[in-house]
């Protein structure tokens, strides 16, 4: 498999389920998300959010990527103050246990123990780093400080 170097970008940063989630959408070539992959992805989002813990405050992270093989949606969500909660969602990919390739058709993967692919796990890395820059290094938890954070658009996955 030869390495390509798909594009990231901020979607948005939203109230969902409760939980102010960043979004980050990922594609080859900068394609944008087809809008209906785009709204049934982020339909599943608050069935995949963690429960709340009364102690985290309520933020997730997401990644929306539209790969080779299908779509895939990767939902993180901060739990136990320092936890990354993920749960993960394809479309297309039978491989993976999507039931055709139909890359809207998104179902939950409950069944996969993954954590992300070696782009989406670029997204996770810099979410991390800001958590710790904003929310646990200063003596108070800085929120807008975290939201206002993000990974800049452009290239990701290079090593």
């Keep these: 498999m030869a390495f390509t170097q798909p594009q990231v970008w901020h979607a948005g940063t939203d109230v969902i389920g409760g939980r102010l989630v960043k979004r980050y959408h990922l594609s080859r070539n900068a394609v944008p998300i087809d ?4 709204e049934r992805a982020y339909a599943m989002v608050p069935g995949m959010l963690s ?3 009364g ?3 309520p933020a997730a992270f997401t990644v929306l990527f539209r790969s080779g093989a299908g779509s895939h949606l990767n939902v993180y969500s901060w739990y136990w103050g320092n936890v990354i909660w993920g749960k ?3 479309g297309g ?3 993976l246990g999507c039931p055709d390739e139909d890359p809207t058709n998104l ?4 069944h996969l123990s993954a954590i992300g692919c070696i ?4 997204v996770l890395a810099h979410e991390r780093n800001a958590w710790v820059r904003h929310m646990l290094m200063p003596e108070k938890p ?3 400080g975290y939201l206002a954070d993000l990974l800049p658009d452009g290239p990701i996955g290079h090593p």
């Excluded at 809008?35 to 785009?38: K, L, N, Q, T």
């Excluded at 179902?107 to 409950?110: A, E, G, K, M, R």
């Design 55 to 57: 102690e985290t405050p």
């Design 88 to 90: 993960f969602a394809s």
């Design 142 to 144: 800085d929120m807008d």
């Design 51 to 53: 429960p709340e813990d």
């Design 107 to 110: 179902v939950s993967l409950d």
């Design 93 to 95: 990919v039978p491989f």
């Design 35 to 38: 809008p209906v992959i785009e």
């Design 119 to 122: 782009y989406e796990l670029g």
